[in-house]
């Protein structure tokens, strides 16, 4: 499907073939974009979705584990700093 024709609300609202939505990866958000040839609409990645592609990176830590982590690193940054 290379384009479809919906209808618009009197809100503004259309909706996306999902077909469309599936191809592009279309999630909850789209970013709309004013050009020359018209509305552009580009997928959102949504975070908590896009939570996964680290997670072998942060394996076996969670969100406190990690401030805690760059605390204790920025701490002995600021000690270092202060001895030279």
């Not at 076996?60 to 030279?84: F, M, Q, V, W």
């Amino acid at each position: 499907m290379k384009q479809a024709i919906v209808t618009v609300t009197k809100k503004g609202q259309a909706t996306i073939p999902s077909q469309l939505r599936r191809k592009h990866k279309i999630g909850r958000k789209v970013l709309v974009i004013d050009t020359e040839a018209g509305v552009l609409l580009k997928p959102v990645a949504d975070p908590i979705v896009e939570k996964g592609s680290l997670k072998e990176l942060f394996a076996g830590t969670d969100s406190r584990g990690l401030i805690e982590e760059a605390r204790s690193i920025e701490i002995r940054g600021e000690k270092a700093s202060r001895h030279r």
